[in-house]
């Protein structure tokens, strides 16, 4: 059983900064793609940032210059930064994981239960 738990969300001023992690459990023999997507009210889950295993990272054009992914292969683990922070921001915030159970396995998408991330103005 693969569990994606997040954590760091929660209500922060117009312009402050918030740091989201989120840690992968389970069984798992690698994760090639960990990221974050969000979800406002009314909207469509869009992507934020992902990164993959090597370091390669994309960003959505509302997060470039603003947030900034990383990640801890060893901990099965990945950050978002949000710094600069507008209220257009606030939404829940998904962890995914594009991983292998197994060495022989294929890829599967696996998403955590999210964080709410609030930006008042």
């Known amino acids: 059983q693969v569990q994606l738990v997040e954590s760091g969300g929660g209500l922060v001023q117009d312009g402050g900064s918030l740091r989201l992690s989120c840690a992968a459990s389970g069984s798992i023999a690698s994760i090639n793609v960990m990221g974050w997507y969000r979800q406002a009210p009314g909207m469509q889950r869009e992507l934020v940032a992902v990164a993959t295993r090597g370091g390669r990272t994309n960003y959505a054009d509302s997060a470039k210059g603003r947030f900034t992914i990383s990640r801890d292969n060893a901990k099965n683990t990945v950050y978002l930064q949000m710094s600069s922070l507008k209220p257009e921001d606030t939404a829940v915030y998904y962890c995914?994981?594009?991983?292998?159970?197994?060495?022989?396995?294929?890829?599967?998408?696996?998403w955590g239960q999210g964080t709410q991330v609030t930006v008042s103005s």
């Open positions: 995914n994981a594009l991983l292998a159970l197994y060495a022989w396995s294929g890829l599967r998408d696996y």
